[in-house]
């Protein structure tokens, strides 16, 4: 019987063990922020009238044709956003850092810092009296 004992408590000692392990391991886990990733315009508003991106562009006719504003978040901190035409960065590619707090992300470049709000899954960027609401690309 003492043997069988024996056995019932080095295995409640690796059970207990294996437990505390995998407790230590998950709090040390590095969670990525759902902001990670690529996002693409999706409409803008200006003069309180909103319009879908693609609906601007189809404005501009063949002026707009490749026309794409992408923000990038990448898991390391660093963003980038592209305002591409026609494949150039005409609009100019903007790089810097990004910190994320609650509900904001704030985006810091050499040019200044700019604050984006979350909420729905989109992003809310508010330049020159305009916002832009960018949605996940896939």
């Known amino acids: 019987m003492q043997?069988?004992?024996?056995?019932?408590?080095?295995?409640?000692?690796?059970?207990?063990?294996?437990?505390?392990?995998?407790?230590?391991?998950?709090?040390?886990?590095k969670t990525t922020s759902a902001a990670v990733g690529a996002w693409k315009v999706e409409s803008l508003e200006a003069n309180g009238m909103t319009t879908s991106y693609a609906d601007?562009?189809?404005?501009?006719?063949?002026?707009?044709?490749g026309m794409e504003i992408v923000l990038t978040l990448a898991e390391d901190g660093s963003y980038?956003?592209?305002?591409?035409?026609?494949?150039?960065?005409i609009g100019g590619i903007q790089e810097g850092t990004w910190t994320e707090e609650g509900s904001t992300v704030t985006l810091s470049s050499g040019q200044g810092?700019?604050?984006?709000?979350?909420?729905?899954?989109?992003?809310?960027?508010?330049q020159l009296g305009m916002k832009l609401i960018f949605t996940k690309s896939e």
């Not at 063990?17 to 407790?23: R, V």
């Not at 980038?80 to 960065?89: I, K, N, R, S």
């Not at 810092?113 to 508010?126: H, Q």
């Open 3 to 29: 043997k069988n004992e024996q056995k019932k408590m080095w295995i409640l000692a690796v059970i207990i063990a294996c437990m505390s392990m995998a407790l230590v391991a998950c709090g040390q886990k």
């Open 56 to 65: 601007f562009i189809a404005t501009l006719g063949p002026h707009g044709e």
């Open 80 to 89: 980038t956003l592209d305002m591409a035409v026609l494949g150039d960065a």
């Open 113 to 126: 810092d700019t604050t984006v709000t979350i909420a729905d899954n989109k992003f809310t960027m508010e």
